[in-house]
Structures are given as C-alpha cells and as structure tokens.
C-alpha cells in the first residue's frame, strides 16, 4: 500500500508541474522586460552640463520595446511621422540601437534597458558638429 500511495503522490506532483511550466515560461517572459511603461525621469549629461527631465513611456512604446528589432523600427518610423529617416534600429538581448536622419541632422543611440531602469549615450551630428548625451533613467511610477 505504501508503494501506491508513494506512486500516486509522484503522479500528483509530476501533474502539478506539468500544469505549472506554461504559467513559469510566462513568467520568465514577462520578467525579461527591457521596459516597463510609466513615468520616467532621465538625468541628462552633455559637456559636463547635467539636467533632469521626466516623461512618460506609453504601453505601446513600451511594448515596441520589449519586442524585436522590426517592431521596433516600425514604431520608431510611426513615431516620426515621416519627418525622419530610420538608418538602423536594432534590439540585441537589453540594448536597443538606432540611427535616424532628420533633415540635416543625424542621432545614433544605444541603451541598456533593465526593466525599470535604463542607461545609454545618444550622439547628435550636425552641420559637422557632434553632440555627446550620456543618459540615465529611471521609472519614477505611474503616468
């Protein structure tokens, strides 16, 4: 009788992880956010100069960033309105890459993204001219 009651407790525990590893898969997904979306607040270094500023980061922004390289371009073009040239965009693992043209001017940026804090360098050419931003953001709550 032991040996039953041992086997059937294996059975039970063996269907309880069966019907447990769809619901740990999502939430491994879920946990590799690059973003989350709400208010956020970036300190801003250029030439030694620093500034702080908050904005807010949309579902939709957010979730065109937690996706892959083609949505996020195509975010990134919808968002220009057509007043910029995408050169590149790029997600690999964390960090997302672009280059955009607008007009005469040309911006490359990469960051890191940790889910509710990010860091990155964003570069502004102009009329031969480059500008360093160094930036580093953090979700300061809802928007």
Not at 68 to 78: I, L, M
Request: glycine residues 10%; proline residues 1%.
């Amino acid at each position: 009788m032991n040996s039953t009651k041992s086997g059937s407790n294996r059975f039970f525990l063996l269907t309880i992880c069966v019907l447990l590893l769809p619901i740990l898969a999502l939430a491994t997904v879920a946990a590799a956010e690059r973003i989350a979306g709400g208010k956020w607040q970036s300190a801003m270094t250029t030439d030694g100069d620093a500034r702080t500023v908050t904005f807010c980061i949309s579902a939709e922004e957010a979730a065109s960033i937690n996706g892959d390289s083609k949505t996020g371009r195509a975010f990134a073009e919808k968002k220009s309105g057509g007043r910029c040239a995408i050169n590149s965009y790029e997600i690999k693992g964390d960090t997302v890459s672009y280059s955009l043209t607008c007009g005469t001017r040309t911006i490359s940026d990469t960051t890191a993204f940790h889910g509710e804090t990010s860091e990155g360098t964003k570069t502004t050419t102009s009329e031969g001219k480059a500008v360093t931003m160094r930036l580093k953001s953090r979700r300061i709550g809802a928007c």
